[in-house]
């Protein structure tokens, strides 16, 4: 399984962006789907992440703001974030895992200005 996230920039607070985790190896790649951020001299923070079902998840403080959705046909999972402040500043990566192993994207990085 290979993933690669783009889609990252600047953008104004108040803004929006969408981040696209386009991945290789087949259907079952995309299934279970995590994005994560880690901010600028911070640890890796978990943002959300997709489930088999189309269940989504997502952590307290983007919930409202942040939408994961999935595209099978383009193999793909998206992040569309709103409402964007400049905390969400961060370098987003996505995750694939399955039956014990995991597999990660190179990252983008979103840098929002006040």
């Known amino acids: 399984v290979q993933l690669q996230a783009s889609g990252g920039g600047l953008v104004q607070a108040g803004g929006s962006l969408k981040l696209s985790c386009a991945a290789s190896?087949?259907?079952?790649?995309?299934?279970?789907i995590a994005w994560y951020r880690q901010r600028p001299g911070q640890e890796r923070d978990w943002v959300g992440r997709?489930?088999?079902?189309?269940?989504?998840e997502y952590a307290d403080d983007v919930k409202g703001r942040f939408t994961i959705s999935r595209d099978y046909g383009k193999m793909t999972v998206y992040l569309q974030m709103s409402s964007l402040r400049p905390e969400d500043t961060a370098v987003y990566y996505c995750k694939s895992w399955s039956r014990g192993s995991e597999w990660w994207g190179q990252g983008t990085l979103v840098t929002v200005s006040s």
């Open positions: 997709i489930i088999p079902s189309g269940g989504t």
């Open positions: 190896g087949g259907a079952s790649s995309i299934r279970y």
